[in-house]
């Protein structure tokens, strides 16, 4: 059966994280919101109306009776399944770490631009955005050398068990969460460069 | 073998998940960075110096030769074999989902005191922190009910399969990490109070 994947149309944000794993596996899958009559298939699921336990949020994913949300612990079941993440604890484990870290980081790029209210656009906080992206630039840099550690060793040594894992966990650390917005900081320009530059893993 | 827990001394922050989880468990453990010599051996960590993967950040915790960081990734391993969540993929994932959700609440509290930089004291953004409060405490009560229905939903049903799992995940959401200030925040106390009321589940 096709998994179904639930995510506000027209953004790509956290769902799109989801839907890079998906295509990089070749996965058969529909993407429900954007088919007819599927904005309201994803509001009866959020009310329960599905059965098992409702999803808080979009993203969610459905494998049949399972629906699993939150972008992160929907990459960690699929990851295996989909031959994305090794299938040992360990490994596994240590995937799900890399992209809980690089979901800390889009949610740090995010609030760039959004540092006040998410649900303000831009120009409403336009001082404030550029005093914490001055912080984000300051204080995030020392810390992306770790990232960018994680993420190359992934995509070296571990590339053979990972399959194409590696690769995909770089493309989704160069597509933001949040708005296309984000794709502009020049922090994150550099620790999309740094990523690039250590493995290649665009090419 | 006891497990040793890593994370900065003094404060309560996101390690503080970790603690409750093994205090609540009555596992043996060893906070490590509040023993002698501690905060070195937390560093040797941290630069790879004890073989396999180096944590990004702290928390982590070390189980013999496995090391887990980030909070919500030690949490589901500890799950199961602290017999604090289910043992089964669904259901643990599940449980997972509502601790990934509680993080997002966490940390979007911890910023209505540091929305500008976290590094910055609250005194040195004040009428941010002021403006990002509103937002959030008009913006995310509507939320807030489905975070209350999860943790119920926790609390009951699953009070057998889940054993002392729910009460574990209410104080968690209790203690909010990045600091005590955060819980003087209207919205928290709101949402500690209702999920409280739903199921007394800190009695």
Same mark, same amino acid.
């Given at each position: 059966?096709?998994?179904?994947?639930?995510?506000?149309? #027209?953004?790509?944000?956290?769902?799109? %994280?989801?839907? *890079? $794993?998906? !295509?990089?596996? #070749?996965?058969?899958?529909?993407?429900?919101?954007?088919?007819?009559?599927?904005?309201?298939?994803?509001?009866?699921?959020?009310? =329960?109306?599905?059965?098992?336990?409702?999803? %808080?949020?979009?993203? %969610?994913?459905?494998? &049949?009776? *399972?629906?699993? &949300?939150?972008?992160?612990?929907?990459?960690?079941? +699929? #990851?295996?399944?989909?031959? *994305?993440?090794? /299938?040992? !604890?360990?490994?596994?484990?240590?995937?799900?770490?890399?992209?809980?870290?690089? /979901?800390?980081?889009? $949610? !740090?790029?995010?609030?760039?631009?959004?540092?006040?209210? $998410?649900?303000?656009?831009?120009?409403?906080?336009?001082?404030?955005?550029?005093?914490?992206?001055?912080?984000?630039? !300051?204080?995030?840099?020392?810390?992306?050398?770790?990232?960018?550690?994680? /993420?190359?060793?992934?995509?070296?040594?571990?590339?053979?068990?990972? #399959?194409?894992?590696?690769?995909? +966990?770089?493309?989704?650390?160069?597509?933001?969460?949040?708005?296309?917005? $984000?794709?502009?900081?020049?922090? %994150?320009?550099?620790?999309?460069?740094?990523?690039?530059?250590?493995? =290649?893993?665009?090419?």
């Amino acid at each position: 059966m096709a998994y179904e994947l639930y995510y506000w149309p #027209g953004i790509q944000g956290r769902g799109e %994280f989801v839907r *890079l $794993a998906l !295509e990089e596996a #070749g996965a058969e899958y529909v993407d429900v919101v954007r088919t007819r009559g599927g904005m309201a298939a994803m509001a009866a699921l959020m009310d =329960g109306k599905g059965g098992g336990h409702p999803p %808080f949020a979009p993203p %969610f994913l459905k494998d &049949g009776d *399972l629906v699993v &949300g939150q972008t992160a612990a929907i990459l960690f079941y +699929l #990851g295996p399944r989909l031959g *994305l993440a090794p /299938a040992d !604890e360990a490994g596994r484990l240590w995937v799900h770490q890399i992209q809980l870290t690089i /979901a800390d980081l889009v $949610a !740090e790029a995010h609030d760039t631009h959004h540092p006040i209210d $998410a649900d303000l656009y831009y120009e409403d906080q336009k001082p404030e955005a550029a005093w914490r992206a001055r912080g984000f630039r !300051e204080n995030q840099n020392p810390r992306l050398p770790g990232l960018v550690r994680a /993420a190359a060793d992934v995509q070296s040594g571990r590339q053979r068990s990972l #399959g194409r894992g590696g690769a995909d +966990l770089c493309r989704s650390v160069a597509v933001p969460g949040g708005g296309g917005a $984000a794709i502009c900081l020049p922090a %994150f320009h550099r620790a999309c460069l740094a990523l690039h530059a250590a493995r =290649g893993c665009l090419a």
